[in-house]
């Protein structure tokens, strides 16, 4: 089956840096996305990587290893607005569907 | 952009009640899907469709039921509802599959509170 881990919660000062790992299972593998959701709203889609290494969106980046099974979102110069959960998602037995972490609560402090 | 439109924010039903929850989105996307959500669990797949007529079961489909007579509009169904189905719905779509890059888009979500 698929299984995906991820910290429960992180808090960070506004203009640092932060970074969100997620390690995951899965018997096959298309790539792993990312989601952000602000209280109260709909997830909405970040980023999705399918080979190795850094995708650089912005102030965003995420990063898959999959030899380790294992990824990362990276948050540059953290604003108070990127408080909110992300989770990171793996297709299911699938394409259609996708798998998603319990997700990462993440606090931005003044 | 793609709008996924959940027809209530906010619900409140009676134990045993028929509840109809729906979603109608506007991009023509082959996928549709029903979620819900609860603290600590993230999202949990309930059911999903790739075609008008077409259902397969999610990890959680017991107590669920849905249908899609119409390609933009996916409908989830508590066929009697329990206290233990109240959580946050969320409806999403999506065209061809994760393989192509192609995102799921998520509706705001109904909040489901059974009495």
């Known amino acids: 089956g698929q299984s995906l881990e991820q910290p429960s919660e992180v808090t960070a000062v506004e203009g640092a840096i932060v970074q969100i790992n997620c390690t995951y299972q899965t018997s096959g593998f298309y790539g792993l996305s990312w989601y952000q959701q602000h209280d109260g709203g709909a997830p909405t889609f970040l980023s999705y990587?399918?080979?190795?290494g850094l995708e650089e969106t912005g102030r965003f980046s995420s990063f898959l290893s999959r030899s380790d099974s294992y990824g990362y979102l990276l948050l540059q110069e953290l604003q108070m607005k990127d408080s909110a959960s992300y989770f990171c998602?793996?297709?299911?037995?699938?394409?259609?569907?996708?798998?998603f972490g319990s997700g990462t609560r993440l606090l931005v402090r003044p | 952009d793609v709008k996924v439109t959940q027809s209530s924010r906010y619900l409140v039903k009676r134990t045993g009640e028929k509840v109809f929850l729906e979603c109608v989105q506007d991009m023509d996307h082959e996928n549709m899907f029903w979620y819900r959500q609860d603290p600590g669990l993230g999202l949990r797949l309930i059911y999903f469709?790739?075609?008008?007529?077409?259902?397969e079961k999610g990890d959680i489909p017991e107590g669920y039921s849905v249908s899609r007579e119409k390609k933009e509009r996916f409908s989830l169904i508590l066929e009697s509802a329990s206290t233990n189905q109240t959580s946050m719905y969320l409806c999403?779509?999506?065209?061809?599959?994760?393989?192509?890059?192609?995102?799921?888009?998520f509706g705001d979500g109904t909040r489901l509170s059974i009495l």
């Open positions: 999403a779509s999506s065209s061809l599959g994760i393989q192509d890059n192609q995102p799921q888009h």
């Open positions: 990587n399918a080979l190795d």
């Open positions: 469709s790739y075609d008008v007529k077409m259902k």
């Open positions: 998602a793996v297709p299911g037995d699938s394409s259609y569907k996708l798998i």
